[in-house]
């Protein structure tokens, strides 16, 4: 199923803040990168981003709708360009996308930490390690390129760190 990218060149896609009953958010590691972030992918033709957000939850966490509680949805969608440095190209040499828009989603773990999985989708495993972080943290060490959107989707979530 393709991706949808709309016509300025940006593929839709969904994040996912994951917190724990500590309020401290879950923060993971791409697999053979140093790079750490929260989950995200892409939004296929036909999904409704929240049910992207659970195909992706899933494939990246092996968390269920189940083992959590939708919390907040972002009010509107958050854009970032992608540097030409990371951009991939078709055989054409242009870009397939130049970069992300992106809405956000808060979910509470409702079981324990031994229901994350980072292996559930072992053919295309994303992380191969996480931790849990105090909501300071993600902003200031997610790359560079990501690091308003992470700063006003925490800020836009902020009430919920804060009960």
Known sequence: MADVIDKNGYRA??????MNQRKELFFAKRRYQSGWQF???GIKLGETPEHAMYRELLEEVGLTKNDT???SESSHWYEYKIPKKH???SKQGKPFVIGQKQKWFLLKLMGSDETISL?????FQEFDSWKWVDPAIPAR???GFKQQVYDLV???FQTFFNQ
């Open 69 to 71: 509680e939708l919390l």
């Open 87 to 89: 951009l991939r190209k």
């Open 39 to 41: 989950p995200q992918g």
């Open 119 to 123: 292996t559930y989708n072992s053919k």
């Open 141 to 143: 060490q997610v790359i």
């Open 154 to 156: 925490l800020t836009e």
């Open 13 to 18: 896609n969904v994040g996912i803040v994951l």
